[in-house]
């Protein structure tokens, strides 16, 4: 992003500390111990309704593969993979330690762990480094131009993707066996991007288009042997891997992950009940959680996820330019209805902003509800009937955008019944979730007010607030425009870059600034904040070990089975 | 040349009137076929059935403001029922186990939530009643659409011959060539998605119009054909040539003595393809490319039990239940008719 091109560094200290403090336990000689565990293993069988496209990490973005690209690839660095709010923390991979900025934050110089294969044999070697970064650009990664763009030398490589060579912004020195980084200004989330999926280290012979259904070159404990996206994928041990750090990537129990796809979610319950799979992706329908809470309550696992589901109301065009229908609407909502909906109140929480709880720069605010304060209670229908009175959009047509995927039809279909209420004409459209997601964001399809969700990238205010609500993520015309409400305040703009700055310094001072741009955030009603989520992993009774991480949900390579 | 009301000539066409007693004049053949359709006890019975059917989704907001007390269209996620002496929550939250899950209330049995409620907490008997309304009309109009369009393409395509009957007998062919199902969705996944704006003419993407077009067109050479093939053979009939030796105007013919001889068809296939266009407008909204939320349809509500199928199976099978009776009536009721009406089966009958 164009905002974070300002700031300045220190605030890696914090992330320099607890990426130091996970590379001690890092670097213990865990493999062999492993090897020879007891639970050591089996074949962990994961069934999902669909697959979720390409096998390339650094194009697929979706949540499904990304739990896998965790365990077959490696960045320069990782989140660890551990439990609770340590699973936040980044941690060194492939480099040896996360290392300090110089140049006030513009530069990182990595140094690469020796030794290290990819499953065809081949060393990691600093040019493989600099190619995948080449790489990312050349395959017109999705966020190659937002999260990557702080690589001096980026502008060429987004202008002409096919000549990009990042020169001067990624340096490989193998006689020093580095890489250094050069940045044309601090950015406090560099080394979260670089610990996604899209940071994986490839071979430099890796083609320069999307690979398909052809598994890229795993340096992880796991690869992929076999994928066909309308059956299975077949995941099986790195004969090449050894552990050189468990927080960062620990050798995993299981010998084999078979993954099938087709199988719907209720079928995948019954699957599992029986012990014939171990573990669903996709969320069990409503209709079955009573038997599965009741009957099998020991193999559920509820956490919860930074994570909202809301929707967007285009302040652009009418009704919802009238910031008093907006409000109205963020009055008449039902959270408890809407937590109804998605399961009850064990599986959601009602909320009114931006962050989701316990995000970094929560701070609770709810304006929208009878006795505002810090929790919503019960709509406050009196008022919202008011601000409609006064908006004048009474009578309005207004078509509500759902997908038709898990719950969105039905939270569409509530939705529209409380803006009939409210006064205006809804209907609700049901389109495949496919493609809801970039028809709501372009500005062309007219959308007054759609359902969707938003999943943390990684652990910052700003993958919510800078990334859905400033000016630089309005795109009119495109598909591409996440900020979908349209919504651009130049004083909240001003404050989001200020803290930029300021998060690089003062993480803890960002923070709390980042709550304040929250609650303006909520105050502008560009959206209406439905719940937060948590996730329920129903695994079978073979699974033991759940570990469940804010990243990478169950990790697949603690998990051992029966 | 006709000498009947009808239209059929009596002295020289292939359907003979029942013979005339002594003392009373000749049956013409739709009193005959009344007749007999009235004696065909199975035929009458559906009759009834649909009779009921329609009336009953004629009272659905009497029902609805009466007797249920609930808008069937308005989500009641938050709300709670009184039953007896006691006060019941629309969404029932599970308790059991690790307490997962909000359950809608099920059958009452009472005038409330007789048949449970939907995942919206709405009133299901409610529902069922303004969706058959929905089904029924979009069944109706779509049968009237496609045999309408079907006489027209038929009778044109079999009387004028020659190119025309190419033209539009290859076009019938492309038509039929589609999976009927297939051709379905995708006019109506076009459709629904963005309305149909034909000049002037601006169908909205919710409007019942838009199914009634679709389901209609659709199955237009599944009747046109059979039309096509009669008017053919019409058209070769005696009784035509001699109209035709004796100056009779193509469209006096074609009004006369075509028309009236294709009409039994036209009859005859209007309850089996109602039959279908309801099954095909239930399967359309079941996969949310037919009737438009917050309407309803049958095929709606059985989408809308397929979550909580086994929780509440009610929410699925009672809509389930008034197309599989509905249909089944219909098509009692077109044998009925085919039997009363189709020219072969009277010869058969009297053969008997």
């Keep these: 992003m164009t905002l974070r091109q300002r700031l300045t560094t220190s605030a890696f200290a914090l992330l320099t500390a607890t990426g130091l403090g996970a590379l001690g336990a890092s670097t213990a000689q865990v493999g062999a111990a492993q090897a020879a565990d007891a639970h050591t293993g089996g074949t962990l069988k994961l069934v999902s309704a669909a697959a979720a496209g390409t096998l390339d990490p650094q194009i697929n973005y979706t949540a499904q593969f990304w739990q896998i690209f965790y365990v077959t690839n490696d960045g320069l660095v990782e989140f660890r993979k551990s439990a609770g709010s340590s699973s936040n923390d980044v941690v060194a991979d492939l480099a040896t330690e996360i290392p300090k900025p110089q140049d006030g934050g513009k530069t990182y110089v990595f140094t690469l762990r020796k030794g290290i294969k990819f499953s065809t044999g081949k060393e990691v070697t600093p040019e493989d480094v ?64 670089l610990a996604t999926p899209f ?151 009602p909320n009114c902003q931006v962050l989701p709880p316990g995000f970094p720069g929560y701070q609770a605010y709810c304006p929208y509800t009878k006795n505002p304060g810090t929790k919503w209670s019960a709509p406050d229908m009196v008022k919202a009937k008011e601000l409609m009175k006064k908006s004048g959009q009474i009578g309005q047509k207004v078509t509500v955008i759902a997908d038709d995927q898990n719950v969105d039809p039905a939270l569409g279909t509530y939705l529209v019944s409380v803006l009939n209420e409210l006064g205006f004409k809804a209907t609700s459209k049901v389109i495949s979730a496919n493609i809801q997601f970039t028809y709501i964001q372009n500005t062309k399809n007219n959308v007054q007010i759609s359902i969707t969700q938003w999943y943390q990238d990684y652990p910052a205010a700003s993958d919510f607030l800078n990334v859905l609500l400033s000016c630089g993520a309005f795109h009119p015309g495109s598909d591409a425009s996440v ?70 949900k169950m990790i697949l390579s603690l998990a051992y089975v029966q | 040349m006709s000498d009947t009301a009808s239209g059929v000539p009596a002295s020289l066409g292939p359907i003979e009137s029942a013979p005339a007693t002594a003392g009373r004049p000749a049956e013409g053949p739709w009193r005959a076929g009344l007749r007999k359709l009235r004696q065909d006890r199975t035929a009458m019975a559906s009759v009834i059935v649909l009779v009921l059917i329609v009336l009953a989704c004629c009272a659905a907001p009497l029902y609805a403001s009466r007797l249920s007390q609930t808008d069937p269209f308005q989500s009641n996620l938050d709300g709670q029922i009184t039953i007896g002496a006691n006060t019941l929550d629309v969404m029932q939250a599970d308790t059991a186990g690790l307490g997962l899950g909000v359950t809608p209330i099920g059958p009452t049995w009472h005038a409330q939530y007789l048949l449970g409620a939907d995942n919206q907490g709405r009133d299901v008997a409610a529902r069922m009643l303004y969706g058959g309304r929905n089904s029924l009309i979009i069944s109706a109009a779509s049968t009237v659409v496609c045999l309408v369009l079907a006489a027209v393409v038929g009778i044109v395509a079999g009387f004028a011959g020659g190119l025309t009957d190419t033209i539009l007998a290859r076009l019938l062919d492309v038509l039929w060539a589609f999976p009927i199902y297939l051709l379905a969705i995708s006019l109506s996944i076009v459709l629904i998605s963005k309305g149909l704006q034909i000049g002037p003419i601006n169908i909205a993407s919710d409007s019942l119009i838009l199914p009634i077009l679709i389901i209609g067109i659709v199955y237009v050479p599944y009747v046109a054909r059979p039309i096509r093939g009669q008017v053919l053979s019409l058209t070769r009939s005696d009784f035509v040539l001699a109209a035709r030796c004796l100056g009779v105007p193509a469209g006096r013919i074609l009004l006369r003595d075509i028309l009236p001889n294709v009409t039994t068809t036209i009859i005859v296939f209007a309850p089996l393809m109602m039959a279908l266009n309801m099954l095909t407008e239930s399967a359309l909204s079941f996969l949310s490319i037919g009737v438009q939320p917050p309407g309803a349809s049958w095929g709606t509500i059985i989408q809308d039990g397929e979550d909580l199928l086994y929780t509440r199976p009610m929410v699925a099978i009672a809509p389930g239940l008034a197309i599989v009776i509905t249909v089944l009536a219909l098509n009692f009721l077109g044998d009925g008719v085919r039997d009363a009406f189709d020219p072969r089966a009277k010869l058969r009958v009297r053969k008997d």
């Design chain 1, 483 to 552: 900020n979908i409400a349209g919504y651009c305040s130049k004083p909240l703009d001003a404050m989001i870059n200020k803290n930029l700055i300021t998060a690089v310094t003062d993480l803890p001072a960002a923070n709390k600034e980042w709550a304040k741009i929250d609650h303006a955030a909520t105050d502008g009603a560009p959206w209406v904040t439905m719940f937060t989520p948590k996730q329920l992993d129903f695994v079978s009774k073979n699974v033991k070990n759940f570990t469940f991480s804010d990243q990478f």
């Design chain 1, 130 to 193: 600099v190619a995948s970064f080449q790489r990312l650009f050349k395959i017109s990664n999705p966020n190659a131009g937002s999260w990557y763009n702080v690589i001096a030398g980026s502008d060429a490589c987004i202008k002409t993707p096919a000549t990009c060579t990042l020169a001067g912004g990624v340096v490989a020195d193998d006689a020093a066996n580095t890489v250094t980084f050069h940045l044309t200004a601090p950015d406090s989330e560099f080394f979260y991007k």
């Design chain 1, 199 to 349: 940071g994986s280290i490839l071979p430099a012979d890796t083609p320069s288009k999307d690979v398909g259904t052809v598994p890229t070159a795993a340096t992880g404990p796991y690869m992929v042997t076999s994928y066909d996206p309308q059956k299975s994928m077949v995941i099986k041990r790195n004969p090449y891997f050894k552990v050189w750090s468990k927080d960062a990537q620990p050798a995993g129990y299981v010998d084999e992950m078979d993954y099938t796809f087709g199988t719907r979610a209720e079928d995948a319950i019954t699957a599992i009940e029986n012990g014939q799979q171990d573990w669903m992706f996709d969320t069990p329908p409503a209709d079955r959680l009573g038997e599965m809470s009741s009957k099998y309550a020991s193999q559920i696992h509820i956490n919860p996820l930074f994570a909202i589901f809301y929707a967007p109301m285009n302040v652009n065009i009418a009704p919802f330019n009238n910031k008093d229908a907006r409000l109205a609407v963020n009055y008449a909502l039902n959270r408890r209805s809407a937590v109804g909906i998605y399961g009850g109140p064990r599986l959601a929480v």
